[in-house]
């Protein structure tokens, strides 16, 4: 398929090289008889267009530093802690069932989410798999909620996780729902999270049934986070090759001491390191490049941080404000709510009517790379997410699984009720309005400027080769 493509971008440029050489012969003959009026006419041209670009960088630059947005960092990583989370995150000694990895659902193949609208967890048909190929095992749901990326996660800009907001560290102030619990190791938004995937039965740690089959995880009550994590860390710390890693990451903690907090704090560590990217083209302007954007991106950021009102939600460097807004999106899956099947965002945080179908903000660093998009993948396209943001009401009611959702599984679990689509349309937190195809184009060269360079290329060295378990998450599905 590469020498295909090779000889495919070969021939074109075959054309193209004739092409110029046409023009350049057709139009010698006449290049002496050129007059300087057309010259300088182009040089007005020249000049105009050079203005109307000087132009476009002054408003953006202005409306940057309006938004506060600044060049984004990257803390520096202990490197022992490094090469521990990296293991970590890719072995799946971490899930009850022994099946599913961190990298199960965040797998760099597949841009650090897994390319689902919503994930299939433990308990699967192949746990050797990811994404497409994972298979859900008989009696399985899917994981609630969409997999976000983790790009730039490990940035002191984050002050919340998940998208109900359910952990934060906001002004010193540590919630999780783990409460009294979290260890007090813990100060990061990024090394919370890392401690709850693995409590989750879906996600990862696995039904209540499962302990029948030497899941010694799967029989603890959900509430005793304690004993799920004192549980993995006796799997741990049984294997020699993790007691030395733990021991060279964190060597002034004796062994007895050590915790799955400090396993958390190491994943976090590699994610910061391994997925902290400052070089896309819109992080190059940031820092200066004028030139780092294309005429389209530039115009596409106007709209963005202008008249499309994006950045009033995806605001700041990281590009989002953290807070939880009420999109209208088609509800789909399992849901979060046992009795009713529906998801209710940060209302199942809060208890407060006023958040009921409210989720956080994502960021968009990548974003063009990281679909379907939305809490629950609701939409496989950028334009649909764009149009959805301008008419909710529209794009709820006409909403196609067929057309949106490429699991046919998940099709038939999209919830289609007009009482619930006005429910959720009276708290709707993004007004219409209305954008024509080619600001919708223009909104998306923008998105795109977002991504990294290379970015696949990038990821593809961040896999290790093996893990101390074995049983590596390599996202290769086994075959017949």
């Not at 293991?87 to 597949?110: E, K, M, P, Q, V």
């Not at 190929?133 to 909620?145: A, N, S």
């Not at 795109?448 to 290329?457: E, G, K, T, V, Y």
Request: glycine share 8%; with cysteine.
């Amino acid at each position: 398929m590469r020498c295909r493509s090779i000889f495919i971008a070969e021939f074109v440029a075959a054309i193209v090289v004739f092409f110029i050489l046409a023009v350049e012969v057709g139009f010698a003959g006449d290049r002496e008889n050129r007059s300087g009026f057309r010259r300088g006419q182009f040089e007005q041209q020249s000049q105009g267009s050079q203005h109307q670009s000087n132009d476009i960088d002054s408003r953006l630059s202005r409306m940057l530093s309006q938004q506060n947005v600044t060049p984004i960092d990257t803390p520096s990583q202990d490197p022992n802690q490094v090469i521990l989370g990296q293991a970590l995150f890719f072995d799946r000694i971490l899930s009850g069932n022994r099946d599913t990895a961190c990298a199960t659902c965040h797998h760099s193949l597949t841009a650090t989410s897994d390319a689902l609208a919503l994930g299939v967890g433990t308990g699967t048909e192949t746990p050797e798999a990811i994404s497409i190929f994972r298979v859900r095992g008989e009696g399985r749901h899917f994981v609630p909620r969409n997999a976000p990326d983790i790009f730039n996660r490990g940035s002191t800009h984050w002050h919340t996780a998940f998208w109900d907001g359910r952990a934060s560290t906001t002004d010193g102030v540590i919630i999780s729902p783990a409460g009294d619990q979290l260890p007090s190791e813990l100060t990061t938004p990024l090394q919370i999270q890392a401690m709850f995937p693995v409590t989750s039965r879906d996600e990862m740690r696995g039904l209540v049934e499962d302990a029948a089959s030497g899941n010694e995880l799967a029989a603890i009550d959900d509430s005793d986070f304690t004993g799920i994590w004192n549980a993995l860390m006796v799997r741990l710390m049984a294997n020699e090759t993790y007691r030395e890693m733990f021991a060279a990451a964190f060597p002034d903690v004796a062994e007895a001491d050590l915790g799955f907090q400090h396993a958390a704090i190491a994943i976090a560590a590699f994610e910061t390191e391994a997925f902290g990217m400052n070089d896309s083209p819109f992080d190059r302007y940031v820092g200066g490049d004028a030139n780092a954007l294309s005429h389209d991106a530039k115009k596409g950021a106007l709209l963005f941080y202008g008249s499309a009102n994006c950045a009033s939600c995806h605001s700041g460097t990281l590009l989002t404000d953290q807070q939880h807004h009420n999109l209208a999106v088609p509800q789909l899956g399992p849901g979060k709510d046992p009795v009713s099947g529906l998801d209710f965002g940060r209302f199942g945080v809060t208890g407060e009517s006023q958040d009921l179908f409210k989720f956080r903000t994502p960021a968009l660093r990548n974003v063009a790379e990281t679909g379907p998009w939305m809490h629950n993948g609701a939409f496989s396209s950028l334009e649909d997410v764009i149009r959805h943001h301008t008419n909710p009401q529209q794009s709820l009611t006409s909403y196609d699984p067929g057309v949106q959702l490429f699991q046919p599984d998940l099709r038939e679990l999209v919830i289609s009720d007009e009482a619930l689509n006005e429910w959720m349309l009276e708290g709707v937190d993004v007004d219409g309005g209305s954008l024509d195809g080619n600001r919708v184009r223009l909104l998306v060269a923008f998105l795109q400027s977002l991504s990294a360079p290379d970015l696949q290329a990038r990821l593809d060295w961040v896999m290790p080769s093996s893990v101390p378990s074995g049983l590596l998450e390599d996202g290769i599905p086994e075959m017949d």
